[in-house]
C-alpha cells in the first residue's frame, strides 16, 4: 500500500557528489519518526547495508565504506529522505534501494525500486 519512488541517480565523475530522493506515497504511516534508510547492490555482490536511521529518527548508522562522505536526512512535510553522497568513489557503483519500516518492530518494510549510481571517468 505504501509505494517507496527513488529519484537522483546517475553517472558522476569521481570525487563528485549526488543527491538520492526516495518518497513516499500511498497509505499514511508515521514517516517521521519510522525507520528508514539506504541498501545497494553491486554486480555480483550480495545488497550491503549503506545508512539508516532508527525508529524515533535519533540514531543514525552508516557503513565503514561510507563514513564522512554520506549523510541521510528527511524531510518530514514532503515525506521524502534524502542520500547526500559526497566525495564518490567507482567503489560506491551500485543500484541503491531506499527502504521505510511501518512500526517499531519492522511488522513490514517497504522497498523502492532502485535507482542506478555510476560512479566514473
Known amino acids: 500500500q505504501v509505494q517507496l519512488v527513488e529519484s537522483g541517480g546517475g553517472l558522476v565523475q569521481p570525487g563528485g557528489s549526488l543527491r538520492l530522493s526516495c518518497a513516499a506515497s500511498?497509505?499514511?504511516?508515521?514517516?517521521?519518526?519510522?525507520?528508514m534508510g539506504w541498501f545497494r547492490q553491486a554486480p555480483g555482490k550480495e545488497r550491503e547495508f549503506v545508512a539508516g536511521?532508527?525508529?524515533?529518527?535519533?540514531?543514525?548508522s552508516y557503513a565503514d565504506s561510507v563514513k564522512g562522505r554520506f549523510t541521510i536526512s528527511r524531510d518530514n512535510a514532503k515525506n521524502t529522505m534524502y542520500l547526500q553522497m559526497n566525495s564518490l568513489e567507482p567503489e560506491d557503483t551500485a543500484v541503491y534501494y531506499c527502504?521505510?519500516?511501518?512500526?517499531?518492530?519492522?511488522?513490514?518494510?517497504?522497498w523502492g525500486q532502485g535507482t542506478q549510481v555510476t560512479v566514473s571517468s
Open positions: 500511498g497509505r499514511s504511516f508515521s514517516f517521521s519518526r519510522n525507520a
Open positions: 527502504y521505510a519500516d511501518q512500526d517499531p518492530i519492522a511488522t513490514m518494510r517497504y
Open positions: 536511521k532508527r525508529w524515533g529518527g535519533g540514531t543514525t
